[in-house]
Every structure is written in structure tokens, then in C-alpha cells.
């Protein structure tokens, strides 16, 4: 009896040295989450149970649990890189389109755009349509196409014209400095994504009264229009915004390029000409020019234009119990009957952690408990080893006997 507890003691030892030479084995593997051997001891029961006195036949390991504790975050030079800080995991899919679970964020994108980590499974995400995110998951692919240009319709600035400039003498010609008092000039686009120029005037007509004159690569034939500009006695614009020039025809082939002017919260102060804000909506072509990620997992492309577009946010999964797990190797696991249902959402949602964009999570073995966890295991087998010895010696004895 005392040899088969005894082998039980070994077996068991052998089972720790097994789970904490893993656990060191992987604490360099992105991802990895250690894992704790459990045992419970063994009686030999029959339908009346066992008795006050009965000894127990030794030790059986009853499970090896993992322990989803958060491993240190370490900075990357990649932007696909992904840390998740707090609960969740990421999903996955493979080839057949089965699902599975992990930690490890070391992703790259395939020859068809698609997200993967380095085993080709595809990372699952909310996808994006025009850029907006919706509720429908799928594998995250990332648009290489280019993005078209959109023409101008409005531009928007905020100035401030000096009150005590004086009324020019001459008529306004874009060409003749002293014919305006003020000018300011930014870029727009057609519908083709060509570039203009975009040049407006302003000329003072008298008290609290202004015009202003819209020209479009310094073209005088078109968008002449004038729009007078009246502010009250404490320097508020008062003309209703937005005001319009009239169409411009590009050279380019375009189609005719009306921009809506809006000067909302321009002035006229006694200080000097100031443009304070300047902008417009449109842009002209634009290619990929790189990836960034947020940390509530939206996917943005940037394209060479200056515009950025989400291409789906990362669907993090979480369980009811996550030691169900059960393992695939890869550092990804499959739900199973423990686990529970897989519970997807948004990073930063419900009790999933967000992410860190250029980053990684390490193990979470901590080197220092596992190689104590070794030194014990030893001694225990060590231990029962000196039993089966001890056994053996009596056992001799026993034999011995005349």
C-alpha cells in the first residue's frame, strides 16, 4: 500500500516539475499565461462512505488552471503591435472559420489586406462601412485602395479686420494692392482632386462696412460676385453666413466649383488684420500611408491627403470563467462548457480592458515563484522517493524474518 502512495507522491512531483518547466520554458512567449497544478488527495470510498479512521492512498493531480493575471507591458516598434491592459482577449479565426482566444497582440497584414497573427489566423473586428463602425463582426481587412477627393463646398475663417483702415481710393482689382486693404489665400479642390488657390479680399466701404471678393487661381472672369460684410458698433459681424461667390469652371475638367464662405466670429477691432482660423472640406486623392490604433481598438487608415478612415474596432471577447479555457497551444485557447459563451464587445466596454497600440503583453510567468516552485516539487519527489526506500527496507525485514 505504502509503495502505491508513495508512487502517487512521485507522480504527482513529476506533474509540478512538468507545469513549472513549461511556465519557465514560455516566459520570454508573448501572451503566455502561466499555469498552477492542483491536487487533492485520495480515499478509498464504497457505497457507506469511509470510515473516521481510514488512511488516505495518496495524491492525484486534479487540474492544471491558468492564471490570467496581467503581464508587463513592453513598448514596440510596430503599430500593429497590440497590448490589451486589463480583462478580454482577442478573437481569432482560422482557415475553416473556427474561432479561438488570445493574448498575444503580434500581428502583421497578409497579401490580401487581412490582419493576422504570425499562424495566419485572422483577427476579428467590428466592421467599418464608410467609416462608421457597426455591430456586424468579420476578419479585420485593411482598404489599400486609394481614397477619391472631394471637392470643396465651403470654406470657413475667422478674422479680424482693423476699424480704423482707411476706404481705398481705386477699384478693386486683384492685381492692385491699394484697391483691397486685406487678403488671405488657402487651398481648395475640384472634383478631380486638383488643387486651386483660393485668394479672399477685403476692402473697407465706410463705417462698420466692409466687401469682400472671392477669386480662384487669380481668375477675374469668374466668381465675381461681392459680398458686402456689415459689423455693428462692437466690432460683431452681423451679415447672415454663409454668403457665396457664385461658380467657378476649373481648366482641369472638373465639375464648376461653388465654395460657400462662412466668416462666423470674425471682427472688426481697432488692431491689425489677423486670420485667426482657416479651413475648408475638400481634399484630392489620397493613398495609404500608415496605420493607427486607439485605444478603444478602432482601426484608422491614414492616407497621404491628411484623411483618416476607421476600418473596423477590434471585438474583444471575455468569459464568465476564463480558467475553463480550454488550451490550443499557440498561447490561444477555445471556449468550452466551463468557460461559458464567449461575451464580445468594444475595448473600454462592459469589463473588457482597452488596448495599446505598439505594445505587447509578456508573460505573466514570474521567474523567481516558478523556479521555487521547482525547488518544492523536487523535494517532494525527493521525499517519496526516501519512502518507497524506507518501504523497501521494511519490506526486507518482513522477509527476513526465520
Known sequence: ?????????????????DVAGNNIANASTIGFKAARAQF??????????????????????????????????????????????GEGFFTL???????????????????????V?????????????NGTITGATAPLQISTANIAPNATTSLSAGINLDSSATVPTVAFSPTV??????????????????????TLFFRKTGTNAWEAHLRIDGDNTQTTTVQPLAFD???????????SFGAFTPTSGGAPLTVNVDLT????????????????????????????????????????????????QMALANFANAQGLQPLGDTAFAESNSSGAALVGAPGTASLGLVQAGALEESNADLAQQLVNVIIAQRNFQANAQMIQAEDEVTQTVINIR
Open 40 to 85: 487533492s488527495d485520495v480515499f478509498a470510498t464504497s457505497n457507506l462512505g469511509t470510515t473516521s479512521d481510514a488512511i488516505g492512498q495518496g495524491v492525484q493531480l486534479s487540474g492544471v488552471a491558468q492564471q490570467f493575471t496581467q503581464g508587463n507591458v513592453a513598448f514596440t516598434d510596430n503599430a500593429l503591435d497590440v497590448a490589451i491592459n
Open 1 to 17: 500500500m505504502a509503495f502505491r502512495i508513495a508512487i502517487s507522491g512521485l507522480n504527482g512531483a513529476t506533474a509540478a516539475l
Open 265 to 312: 466670429g470674425s471682427t472688426q477691432l481697432a488692431s491689425s488684420f489677423g486670420v485667426n482660423t482657416l479651413s475648408q472640406n475638400g481634399f484630392t486623392t489620397g493613398r495609404l500611408n500608415g496605420i493607427d490604433i486607439d485605444e478603444t481598438g478602432v482601426v484608422l487608415a491614414r492616407f497621404t491627403n491628411g484623411q483618416s478612415q476607421a476600418q473596423g
Open 177 to 198: 494692392s491699394t484697391s483691397f486693404n486685406n487678403s488671405t489665400s488657402t487651398s481648395v479642390f475640384d472634383s478631380l482632386g486638383v488643387e486651386h488657390l483660393a
Open 233 to 243: 458698433s462692437s466690432g460683431v459681424l452681423t451679415t447672415t453666413m454663409p454668403v
Open 117 to 129: 497573427n504570425p499562424s495566419g489566423q485572422k483577427l476579428i473586428a467590428f466592421k467599418a462601412s
Open 93 to 115: 479565426q482560422d482557415t475553416s472559420g473556427a474561432r479561438s482566444f488570445s493574448r498575444a497582440g503580434e500581428f502583421g497584414i497578409d497579401k490580401s489586406g487581412f490582419v
